[in-house]
């Protein structure tokens, strides 16, 4: 269950809608944004607040990229890896990223800091190769840069 | 050339209320709530050839009107701001810099079509833009250009953000509508079309951002002007994207007849290092290549469907003499691949199959039969799914096999001679 003082805060946002339900994305970045993650028990508060069964609310997070059962490193790096980043590098970007942290694709280093993610096309091709660092948008990026944003996320 | 779309990009503060409204800002919106008949609007976008900017090129005025104003249920209005098409990226522009003209547009265009309520579905991603988006509506707001009786007008409107969850296919029309309603984005089968059942089963108009941020210059200037700026069938300039091997990548408003040769090399300042061009994407990754011997094509919707490949989202990616086209094939496979929600057997299986035969033959490992089934695998998508991005599969992914077929062959290994 909600707290009522938190269920207050999701009608804010539930009341622009003509449905309950179709408050279900922005609450759920909602969540995230407080606990860094959507777990099992948001699943079922979300599912009891809006009066649907938990699966509907568990295949929303399983099927959008941006909701994480899992935390993230304080610093989260999506690389974009489609047409127009890899034609200027992407690869060699991401390549460089994985070797600096010892992580793959999908990881978090085991201090918690950084979080790697291979994402497809962020809308940034004008500055590609670029990646989003957690809210921002960053690019063209170049070893020099990666190690630039590396040590300030230290 | 006069800009229109992004006339206001660059300025300082060009995202606040008071900036818009020293450029003439709302003055549309005025215009048309107080002096015209929704019927004359749609009349006068119909007029000016206004077409759909986020891909589909649908004349707008047309799709305005298929909106039944006798039919009871509450209309909506929806904004596809959810730009995942690779190669695309001016919405964004559009979203950060200029969010009032989008709301302008809104107004004019619920007012237009019955409708009281506007969603803008902005991708996830977005950070800023949702933001700015939102700054903008609470300014609104507090200025009375949205709510009860706006502008002194009697009209109700309200406008609502909603962030997306970070799935490509949710710029699909009746896939966005689904994740608007909470779910995921799975899309719908058309017929019935949005315009009777829509969002909340409800009769709905979905347009681009970049669409319904030109309805307010078209009513303040008036068709005419607008149709005269692009080509017969196509008014207005376009936000061309051009991103790749080009040395000015960006965003550059321009008529729709101009051409591509001269979006590479007179505005994107041609390709860096001194290297030829060899393929180019003319609109958004779900557009078949095209190659050097095509790029004097203008580029309308007319002119490039004429030469079998589309205007799309006017995201123009270039690709150099650098270019493996089985790598990028590869990529775009890969995207396909990621993006395909799942729903239709031939795109959630072929999808994938596409992109592991593709980088079989890429890394070296492909055989004859490889490349011999490809395009079967390749266009039993398209055709056979729910919705165009089966077909996007089919046309994009088959255009490097069919134009570049020599590069794949290349790749392939020999059989062993047999003993």
């Keep these: 269950m909600f707290s009522a003082e938190f269920k207050q805060e999701l009608d804010k946002i539930t009341n622009k809608y003509e449905q309950k339900r179709a408050a279900l994305l922005p609450l759920l970045h909602c969540v995230q944004e407080k606990e860094g993650l959507i777990s099992p028990e948001t699943e079922k508060n979300l599912a009891e607040y809006l009066g649907i069964p938990v699966v509907q609310v568990h295949e929303v997070v399983s099927f959008y990229h941006l909701f994480h059962q899992q935390k993230l490193g304080k610093c989260h790096f999506s690389i974009c890896q489609t047409t127009a980043c890899a034609l200027r590098g992407a690869e060699g970007i991401i390549d460089y990223i994985q070797q600096k942290l010892n992580i793959k694709p999908g990881e978090t280093t085991p201090d918690g800091k950084f979080s790697l993610s291979v994402v497809e096309c962020l809308g940034a091709c004008e500055i590609a190769p670029m990646m989003q660092c957690n809210k921002d948008y960053i690019g063209p990026l170049t070893k020099q840069k990666v190690d630039e944003l590396m040590g300030k996320n230290k | ?419």
Excluded at chain 2, 5 to 19: C, E, I, K, P, T
Excluded at chain 2, 47 to 71: D, E, Q, V, Y
Excluded at chain 2, 129 to 136: E, I, K, P
Excluded at chain 2, 332 to 351: N, T, V, Y
């Design chain 2, 1 to 419: 050339m006069e800009k229109i779309a992004s006339r206001r990009f660059g300025q300082d503060n060009s995202h606040l209320l008071a900036s818009y409204l020293k450029d003439n800002g709302y003055a549309a919106a005025r215009k048309a709530l107080t002096g015209m008949t929704p019927a004359q609007i749609i009349d006068e976008v119909k007029k000016s050839n206004l077409r759909g900017l986020g891909g589909a090129g649908f004349p707008t005025g047309m799709k305005w009107s298929f909106i039944p104003a006798a039919n009871p249920k509450p209309k909506y209005l929806v904004i596809n701001a959810d730009e995942g098409e690779p190669g695309t990226f001016k919405d964004k522009y559009i979203l950060e810099q200029d969010p009032h003209a989008l709301l302008e547009g809104i107004i004019i265009t619920c007012y237009a079509i019955g409708s009281h309520k506007a969603y803008i579905y902005i991708r996830g991603e977005y950070i800023k833009s949702l933001q700015r988006m939102q700054a903008a509506i609470d300014e609104a707001y507090k200025e009375k250009y949205l709510g009860k009786g706006v502008m002194g007008s009697g009209f109700d409107i309200d406008v609502v953000v909603h962030p997306g969850g970070g799935a490509y296919i949710c710029g699909e029309e009746t896939a966005l509508l689904e994740s608007l309603e909470g779910k995921k984005g799975f899309p719908r089968l058309k017929p019935p079309f949005p315009a009777i059942v829509g969002l909340f089963n409800c009769p709905t108009v979905i347009n681009n951002v970049e669409t319904i941020a030109c309805v307010g210059p078209i009513i303040n200037k008036g068709a005419e002007w607008y149709a005269k700026l692009g080509s017969e069938k196509n008014g207005g300039n376009r936000l061309f994207c051009i991103s790749g091997h080009v040395n000015k990548p960006g965003v550059y408003e321009l008529p729709n007849g101009t051409t591509l040769r001269e979006l590479i090399y007179t505005h994107a300042g041609g390709i860096p290092n001194g290297r030829q061009l060899k393929a180019v994407i003319p609109g958004g990754i779900s557009a078949p290549l095209l190659t050097p011997d095509q790029i004097d094509v203008k580029m309308d919707f007319d002119s490039l469907k004429a030469i079998g490949s589309m205007a799309g989202s006017g995201g123009i990616i270039v690709m150099d003499d650098t270019t493996d086209m089985v790598w990028a094939a590869m990529v775009a496979a890969r995207f396909f691949a990621h993006e395909s929600c799942g729903q239709c057997s031939p795109c959630r299986e072929g999808s994938g199959w596409v992109y592991r035969n593709v980088k079989k033959i890429y890394h070296g490992h492909g055989k004859p039969h490889d490349l011999n089934n490809l395009p079967g695998i390749v266009n039993n998508i398209g055709g056979n799914t729910i919705c165009a991005f089966g077909d996007a599969v089919t046309m994009s992914v088959g255009s490097y096999v069919s134009k570049f077929r020599h590069e794949f062959e290349a790749k392939i290994t020999k059989e062993p001679a047999h003993a």
